[in-house]
């Protein structure tokens, strides 16, 4: 869903749970597209990409999936754990484009 | 792992002042970015910086913002005259290519608040 102001969409898992967290992009131009971590307090830190010509990449404990025919980004994170707690932001961008725009930011709760 | 830093942590100021943010990015990397983020929203783009001029901007960067490379190491962000709404976390990065998987590296932030 859309975030407005401080209604940023919450998703909340148990511990060792997987979290799905999702993302609609805008620009079809866009072919590289990036997961970041925010803390709070904190900036925006890297996750993990995939690039257009890629529909999955896995990393450690967390994997994209890209559907470009619907423009639609996630990011799964396996065994979801106390310090994954923090907004997830999904950002594209362009080969050769100067700027990374960020989507809304989903919130993720932990319980322990 | 290099980083970029921010300088204040935090800032107050006046109505209707300057302020200078200072950036220092990592030190091999040729972009350089502005971005801000007010209180519980998205991560909104300012301006990239490339070859001691600026690359691109959007419409939030008007004639009361400015950037500069003053010298080989840091990248500023100049606020002529602040409003109230330009109360927020303003973010520094750098990057060194613009190829794919180039990396877009973060600082802490700067929490603005104009009163």
């Known amino acids: 869903g859309e975030s407005v102001g401080l209604h940023l969409p919450t998703l909340s898992v148990q511990e060792g749970d997987n979290s799905i967290i999702n993302c609609a992009y805008s620009?079809?131009?866009?072919?590289?597209f990036i997961w970041y971590k925010q803390e709070s307090g904190k900036g925006p830190q890297f996750i993990i990409d995939i690039r257009s010509n890629m529909d999955k990449r896995q990393g450690q404990r967390v994997t994209v999936l890209l559907n470009k025919t619907v423009k639609h980004l996630s990011l799964q994170i396996a065994a979801t754990q106390p310090g994954d707690s923090a907004v997830y932001f999904c950002?594209?961008?362009?080969?050769?484009?100067?700027?990374?725009?960020f989507g809304a930011g989903t919130r993720l709760f932990v319980k322990a | 792992e290099p980083e970029v830093t921010q300088t204040p942590s935090h800032q107050v100021t006046q109505m209707g002042q300057e302020v200078i943010l200072r950036c220092v990015p990592i030190?091999?990397?040729?972009?350089f970015y502005w971005y801000r983020q007010i209180l519980g929203q998205k991560v909104e783009f300012l301006v990239s910086?490339?070859?001691?001029?600026?690359?691109?901007k959007s419409e939030i960067f008007d004639d009361q913002f400015s950037v500069e490379r003053p010298d080989g190491s840091n990248f500023t962000l100049k606020i002529r005259s602040t409003k109230l709404e330009d109360s927020a976390m303003y973010f520094c990065?750098?990057?060194?290519?613009?190829?794919?998987?180039?990396?877009?590296?973060f600082g802490s932030g700067t929490q603005l608040s104009v009163l």
């Open positions: 910086f490339y070859n001691n001029e600026i690359s691109e």
């Open positions: 990065a750098s990057r060194g290519g613009l190829g794919r998987g180039e990396k877009l590296f």
């Open positions: 620009n079809s131009a866009s072919d590289y």
């Open positions: 950002a594209e961008n362009h080969t050769g484009g100067f700027k990374t725009i």
């Open positions: 030190s091999n990397h040729l972009y």
